[in-house]
């Protein structure tokens, strides 16, 4: 199949900081400009949660240790360097691309430099998406550092998504699903009605609350592991131990509790589809939620000068949520100490259309690696 770019050496860097959504993002990003047909290094300091997320790799992709030295003479020199959310590339990279430049002669086009920056609704994204920054210093000095935004508009550089994911989610069978991980839980078919949830977050301190209504109607809650299943059984008051193959599942009234193990980035997108209401955080799984198309809460990210309330606020805008959902995110979000209301069906259902409009408006728009493509051949 011809593919509509040329094909490039990309090097994408991502640092760490914590949890798994910057390797998460980079991942996804790395084997989407792959299915693109393009080449790609991905550094990074911290490749460990790889090991579940994506075990069997990906053609196209290769990995390379933060620190590791440069590529070597009979490799390719990068096309693209895109260093994730900030995190500097090495100088003694920036040093090597600049040499390998100078090598390759004026014949061949610099590498471009692109910063992708974090996700956010908030307006200054529109504002500074693409805008150049100058490099006045050191080996590259005269080349430019272009800012990438993703975001939610199409004035924005739009969301990763791979271009087969929405006919993945028109085949999926989610009856088939929940009877297939009910049979490998031990866990019987439910009850009629049953409310199925997902859960993956921080610390919420609205948790207990949430766990109290659930308890109150037929309910399969999915909890992540990590800090959700910490966090579960902190709000429980319960040390029941380490999680064996014999202690999976829970039940609490009318609430059956299923603690998952790690699982690679497909079978995550297919938890989020075989439920009603996914509760996620983050970057990456809120994006996941949203082409799930199911009623959704999110929890952002904390910061500790509470930028992340307009972040939330403007997500919460640019999403058109109803008074119902914005009230649960802020109490989910500690913005608030207003009592969680777990939503009645009707209520469900609301929140479940508002996202499914929200997710109709996005594919309207071009996806990340597709805008990226763009850029870059634009630029070069």
Known sequence: MTQPFAALQWDVFCRVIDNFGDIGVCWRLATQLAAQGQQVRLWTDDASALQWMAPQGCPGVELRAWGAPPPGPEEPAPDVMLEAFGCDIAPE????????????????????????????????????????????????????????????????????????????????????????????????????????????????????????????????????????????????????????PKRLSDQREQLSISYLPHRPQPAFDEMLWACDFNAVRGEDSLVRALWAGQALVWQIYPQHDNAHHDKLWAFLDWLQAPASLRRFHATWNGLDTAPLQWPDDDTLAEWTACVEAARARLLAQDNLVAQLLGFVAEKR
């Open 93 to 244: 990279f920036i040093a090597y691309s600049a040499y390998q430049s100078i090598v390759r002669g004026q014949n061949h086009p610099k590498p471009i430099w692109i910063n992708l920056e974090y996700l956010s609704a908030e307006s200054y994204v529109e504002r500074n998406h693409r805008l150049p920054s100058p490099i006045l210093s050191g080996p590259a000095a005269g080349w430019t550092r272009w800012f990438f935004y993703p975001g939610f508009t199409p004035a924005t550089g739009g969301l990763l998504r791979e271009n087969e994911l929405m006919a993945r989610r028109e085949a999926f069978d989610r009856t088939a699903w929940r009877a297939a991980h009910a049979a490998a839980f031990g866990l019987g078919d439910g009850a009629p009605g049953q409310r199925w949830v997902s859960l993956f977050c921080y610390e919420p301190t609205a948790l207990p609350q949430l766990l109290q209504r659930m308890q109150e109607q037929p309910t399969h809650l999915l909890v992540t592991p990590g800090r959700p299943m910490a966090a579960v059984l902190a709000a429980l008051a319960e040390d029941i131990g380490p999680i064996t």
